[in-house]
T-cell receptor, first 116, second 118 residues
Framework: NAGVTQTPKFQVLKTGQSMTLQCAQDMNHEYMSWYRQDPGMGLRLIHYSVGAGITDQGEVPNGYNVSRSTTEDFPLRLLSAAPSQTSVYFC???????????????FGPGTRLTVL | AQKVTQAQTEISVVEKEDVTLDCVYETRDTTYYLFWYKQPPSGELVFLIRRNSFDEQNEISGRYSWNFQKSTSSFNFTITASQVVDSAVYFCALSDYAGGTSYGKLTFGQGTILTVHP
């Protein structure tokens, strides 16, 4: 299993540009989510999905869109990048129940985004 | 609303010292999960432990131990005989628990930067 993969690893954008951060998992997890990590603030939830076709907002959704057309993929779209969106973005996935064999939420390696 | 507070922003110790990282949480849920994650300098997030709110037993795994106390809403993490490789940012997190399932919506603390000097 590749686990949770994210592309790209690094990205530099200019203000106003749009882009999509890719996230994929091969563990057949129902639940996927996007977090952003900023210094001194821990990780904050942007959007999440409990299954294909179902998404919802997290704590900091403004400026981001998501869709979940398949179980495997959960892309995050920045519609019009702003310097405030400079951050490290993590995608995560897990089963949607608390079966004893599963203890964790799997995180991808992260995408470091800089908006100039 | 859920909240996780890690009051210690940075901790610096010398190798072989014991160190405790504090975590205090707030939630209205009676059922929830608590987590600890480690983020080494390479940047990935490494899962350390998940504990559900039903289980207040302390847990030990090698040099790591966790003290969960519902009465004080705390889930503290102790590293015994610290090593340089323990240097990392450590996050405590809280997950809601809706209708018998955990949707994994984690609320993270701000993180504690641990530096272990040789």
């Amino acid at each position: 299993n590749a686990g949770v993969t994210q592309t790209p690893k690094f990205q530099v954008l200019k203000t106003g540009q749009s882009m999509t951060l890719q996230c994929a998992q091969d563990m057949n997890h129902e639940y996927m989510s996007w977090y952003r990590q900023d210094p001194g603030m821990g990780l904050r939830l942007i959007h999440y999905s409990v299954g294909a076709g179902i998404t919802d907002q997290g704590e900091v959704p403004n400026g981001y869109n998501v869709s979940r057309s398949t179980t495997e993929d959960f892309p995050l779209r920045l519609l019009s990048a702003a310097p405030s969106q400079t951050s490290v973005y993590f995608c995560a996935s897990s089963y949607s129940d608390d079966r004893p064999s599963v203890d964790e939420q799997f995180f991808g390696p992260g995408t470091r985004l800089t908006v100039l | 609303a859920q909240k996780v507070t890690q009051a210690q922003t940075e901790i610096s110790v010398v190798e072989k010292e014991d160190v405790t990282l504090d975590c205090v949480y707030e939630t209205r849920d009676t059922t929830y999960y608590l987590f600890w994650y480690k983020q080494p300098p390479s940047g990935e997030l490494v899962f350390l432990i998940r504990r559900n709110s039903f289980d207040e037993q302390n847990e030990i795994s090698g040099r790591y131990s966790w003290n969960f106390q519902k009465s004080t809403s705390s889930f503290n993490f102790t590293i015994t005989a610290s090593q340089v490789v323990d240097s990392a940012v450590y996050f405590c997190a809280l997950s809601d628990y809706a209708g018998g399932t955990s949707y994994g919506k984690l609320t993270f603390g701000q993180g504690t930067i641990l530096t272990v000097h040789p």
